[in-house]
């Protein structure tokens, strides 16, 4: 196991940022400090040494970084931003070799506008030089991009720089980085940058993004490939429906989540109540695409916000057609309805050839009539109707996977303390938190989880109580992400149940910050 690093850390996906020696990451080197040291034979950064030497550009020489203790030193900076393709390919490589064990410095990159998207791959470190140099040049930053000026900027700029620090810093913290890298699309470079880390390493993105965020704000086109809004999408593809839910009926969006909360929802509901049992309400939307009734109140269908305006872009539309083609692959209905308004006819195309549809305005009162009458000629005697329970077992399954089923399939629903819970016997297995639409793990079904070496994060020899460090941590399974529900063991042995608030292998590199919330320990 490598040596952790020390002192406080806050991690989103590759980016960690905190404290470290007093000082705060990710950090901008002032070049003429004591934090850079060029001397005749060795350059300090931060307090450690390099050795000069000649390094050559890659294409010539095998050697792209130095390696330090506590550093990796990214000499050749100007040539990889010159490519972005390998840029992301070179850090996505140093990331799985080192994970947090270590911070990278990427030499001669400190344009501001290209901070967000270099920190989003994993980049700590960046220098003044950069700054200098456009300074020099009398170019000036300011939110809007880059002027001229008829003086040296240097101090604004440096100025401008550690405002957007600040901002990678806070937003890491609050697992709203995100939302920082597509805010700031002024760089053309950034913009390339992040779409190649969207669709060539989405997997790798995946496996660290945190499970939930405090929101999304789908501005731009960009959010559509986030990694928890593609992971979604790809969860929902192979989604397997609830039992007895075999009327399928497809609605649109709308502004306010959970969309039941929403009037429009609350109207077409109200008049559609009495068959609602029977059926499977599906509402279509961007970006996540198609959100199943009882995944509402959950991530990412309750934590979105997109501009609504009656028009889809043709990237959305085609994503939303895929995935909606894709789910009724998987699954078979005895009818399909489409209720939906003019703007998402599109939808036609996805759906089975046999659906009725009815199209307009959907809080039409006529329309709802129509509605109704549909589907008072569908529902029959012979309709079977879900319950609740066979709802929360697809929630079950979607949130930890297929391998939950054989331990779910006699269990019961019960209500207490305003809580709904599923329950073995006297046993309380899952308890469904409203809030977050998921379902946290008790210490009853904790054996399952620890049986099957799933969401399972080791720890040393001690019982949980509010907060479990880094530094307390063994090892963790793969599957962990922030925000992932978790079980904590010691030898084999059950000690606690949890959330985590770190992905996995943030948990095993790093020595320090909070990397599990306790919900519950266990004592002999």
């Known amino acids: ?77 100007l040539e990889l931003i010159q490519r972005p393709v390998h840029l992301v390919s070179f850090l996505m490589e140093l990331r799985k070799k080192y994970g947090f064990t270590k911070m990278f410095y990427l030499q001669g990159i400190s344009d501001p506008y290209l901070m967000p998207v270099l920190s989003y791959l994993g980049i700590n470190i960046f220098d003044d030089l950069y700054i200098r140099k ?110 007895h839910r075999n009327i399928a009926l497809l609605l649109p969006c709308s502004a306010k989540k959970p969309y039941s909360d929403s009037k429009t929802h609350k109207k077409i509901l109200s008049g559609i109540w009495q068959y609602r049992r029977y059926l499977h309400e599906l509402i279509v939307t961007s970006p996540v695409g198609l959100v199943p009734r009882e995944l509402e109140k959950g991530y990412p269908a309750r934590f979105y916000d997109i501009p609504v305006i009656g028009t889809w872009y043709e990237d959305e539309k085609l994503m939303m057609k895929n995935l909606i083609s894709a789910y009724f692959n998987k699954n078979r209905y005895e009818d399909v309805i489409a209720y939906i308004p003019e703007d998402l006819d599109f939808v036609r195309d996805a759906i089975p050839d046999n659906a009725k549809i009815i199209e307009g305005k959907v809080t039409d009162d006529n329309n709802i009539a129509r509605l109704v009458s549909v589907l008072k000629d569908t529902v029959t005697a012979e309709s079977q109707y879900a319950k609740k329970l066979d709802d929360y077992r697809a929630l079950l399954r979607f949130q930890f996977g297929d391998w939950i089923i054989p331990y779910i399939s006699n269990v019961k ?75 904590m063991t010691y030898n084999n042995e059950l000690r606690g149940t949890g959330t985590a608030l770190m992905p996995s292998r943030a948990m095993v590199d790093l020595n320090n910050g909070a990397a599990v919330k306790v919900r519950s320990g266990i004592r002999n």
């Not at 007093?22 to 307090?47: A, C, M, Q, V």
């Not at 060539?200 to 965020?213: A, K």
């Open 1 to 77: 196991m490598p040596e952790k690093i020390k002192d406080k850390q806050y991690v989103m996906g590759f980016t960690w940022a905190g404290y470290r020696n007093g000082k705060r990451f990710p950090i901008l080197l002032n070049t003429f400090s004591d934090d850079y040291k060029n001397e005749k034979d060795s350059i300090e950064i931060l307090g450690e040494k390099f050795q000069k030497k000649i390094y050559y550009p890659s294409f010539l020489s095998s050697e792209k970084i130095i390696e330090g203790n506590d550093i990796i030193i990214i000499y050749n900076g």
């Open 134 to 243: 456009e300074s020099r040049e009398h170019i000036k930053y300011n939110v809007a991009g880059k002027s001229r000026v008829d003086y040296e900027p240097f101090e604004e700029n440096i100025q401008f720089a550690e405002s957007i620090l600040e901002s990678i810093f806070v937003s890491t913290r609050d697992n709203t980085l995100r939302e920082i890298v597509e805010k700031i699309a002024i760089s053309g470079k950034a913009m390339e940058i992040l779409r190649i880390a969207d669709t060539r390493y989405y997997e790798d993105f995946y496996s660290v993004f945190p499970s939930r965020t405090p929101y999304i704000q789908a501005n731009s086109l960009e959010s559509l490939n986030r990694p928890d809004i593609v992971g979604y999408r790809n969860k929902i593809s192979s989604y397997v429906k609830p039992d």
């Open 413 to 487: 629903l019960i209500n207490s303390f305003h809580q709904d819970m599923i329950v073995e016997g006297s046993r309380i297995l899952f308890v469904y938190n409203e809030s977050i639409g998921r379902f946290s793990i008790t210490p009853e079904s904790g054996k399952f989880f620890l049986e099957n070496d799933k969401f399972n994060v080791s720890i040393d020899d001690f019982r949980p109580t509010s907060t479990v460090y880094a530094m307390g941590i063994q090892n963790a399974t793969p599957d962990i992400k922030a925000f992932d529900e978790v079980i």
